[in-house]
């Protein structure tokens, strides 16, 4: 492994104006809507959030996208070490938040790595949970890992809280990102369950563990979003969604790829089978 340091003429008819939720929720579904155009230039790379538990697999399957190279928040690219093919990848530790802003800033003007075919930002999870750190400890002057920090990061976290700093923050390291023209990028996450307010049937959804906004960015950005789940020996990546897994694909094909490999996604592109 391979360690570097280093955004007519017709009178209008008048209208009435929606109640706050109401408008939230029409915002909602117009940004679901936005989220599923695409046009074939944004196709000729992928843009892929895959998420899961930790340890069943996300690094591994952004090192398999091809010629990548890694920015490692989560500090797991160590389990790359195990296998040759992957030993000799570029990788970049976390630093800081501002860090990953200049790296992605590189990478897509070409300063950074311009011989690689992919971008790997591991992960979304912790690089949100750490910047909001930052946040506190310079913006409130609340100590590193005191109980009140971590508090508010659950709080946060959780939704009770909303943060709007980070969030914007958020979104503006989706907007640097939506600057890599010339690469495949793989945004990995970790995953959230929640239970389903929504309606009345007691069921749990699952999404990645970003908050709510900031993953709405992630959403439009994204052609591919894939839930990474093992049961026994079998590896599988749903990239179609169920009333309460979230996942889509605008490259079409099956609902779940078995042993999926970032290949399977570049297949299903190219023939529309993995």
Not at 36 to 62: A, D, H, N, Q, S
Not at 168 to 191: F, G, N, P, W
Request: proline share 7%; aromatic share 8%; glycine share 6%.
């Amino acid at each position: 492994m391979t360690t570097i340091a280093v955004p007519g003429l017709e009178t209008p008819k008048p209208t009435m104006a929606l109640p706050e939720n109401r408008l939230e929720k029409a915002d909602a579904i117009l940004q679901s809507l936005e989220s599923r155009i695409t046009t074939p230039e944004e196709l000729r790379y992928l843009k892929v959030l895959v998420y899961c538990r930790p340890g069943l697999g996300k690094t591994t399957f952004g090192a398999s996208a091809p010629n990548p190279c890694f920015y490692d928040v989560d500090e797991t690219t160590i389990s790359l070490q195990k296998n040759p093919d992957y030993a000799k990848i570029p990788i970049i530790p976390f630093v800081s938040p501002y860090q990953g802003e200049m790296l992605i800033e590189k990478v897509a003007s070409g300063a950074l790595w311009p011989d690689k075919e992919s971008f790997v930002f591991d992960s979304a999870t912790i690089f949100q949970n750490k910047s909001l750190k930052v946040q506190l400890r310079t913006q409130l002057g609340i100590r590193e890992n005191s109980v009140e920090m971590e508090s508010m990061i659950t709080r946060y976290l959780a939704g009770d809280m909303n943060w709007v700093a980070n969030t914007q923050y958020m979104e503006d390291v989706v907007a640097r990102l939506s600057k890599i023209k010339d690469k495949h990028v793989i945004v990995t996450a970790h995953i959230k369950t929640e239970k389903d307010s929504s309606t009345g049937v007691d069921r749990w959804l699952t999404r990645p563990d970003i908050t709510n906004k900031a993953y709405q960015a992630f959403a439009r950005w994204a052609n591919v979003i894939g839930f990474l789940e093992v049961a026994g020996e079998k590896r599988t990546l749903r990239i179609q969604p169920t009333p309460t897994i979230d996942a889509k694909s605008h490259i079409g094909g099956p609902a779940i790829i078995e042993n999926p490999t970032f290949q399977s996604l570049l297949n299903i592109k190219e023939t529309g089978r993995p």
